[in-house]
Nanobody
Framework: QVQLVESGGGLVQPGGSLTLSCAAS????????MGWYRQVLGKQRELVAS??????????RYVDSVKGRFTISRDNAKNTLYLQMDNLTPEDTAAYYC?????????WGQGTQVTVSS
């Protein structure tokens, strides 16, 4: 059974940093387009960053609001996706979800909450 398990969320002060992890099981992460989404209660889920499939590197995309602050990466050996988040602001507060997409199939993790507050 495919599982994506996020971790690393929490409470952080403005200007702080967090690293989210998404561990994949029963799924070869490198052949999927992987993404980090976030959702605030009552709003649509938003794509924050994505990395295309590939054995090394991949095409990276970011939503404008996080460019220069967030970095998506993938460790194929560990079958894990990461999101390094720096210089966090209260507007980054949301539940963060990782996704794995290939063809018409998309898998989702259960989400991890990030709260940025002083």
């Amino acid at each position: 059974q495919v599982q994506l398990v996020e971790s690393g969320g929490g409470l952080v002060q403005p200007g702080g940093s967090l690293t989210l992890s998404c561990a994949a099981s029963e799924l070869i992460l490198s052949i999927y387009t992987m993404g980090w989404y976030r959702q605030v209660l009552g709003k649509q889920r938003e794509l924050v960053a994505s990395i295309s499939s590939g054995s090394s590197g991949g095409l990276l995309r970011y939503v404008d609001s996080v460019k220069g602050r967030f970095t998506i990466s993938r460790d194929n050996a560990k079958n894990t996706l990461y999101l390094q988040m720096d210089n966090l602001t209260p507007e980054d507060t949301a539940a963060y979800y990782c996704s794995a997409q290939r063809g018409t199939r998309t898998y989702w993790g259960q989400g991890t909450q990030v709260t940025v507050s002083s």
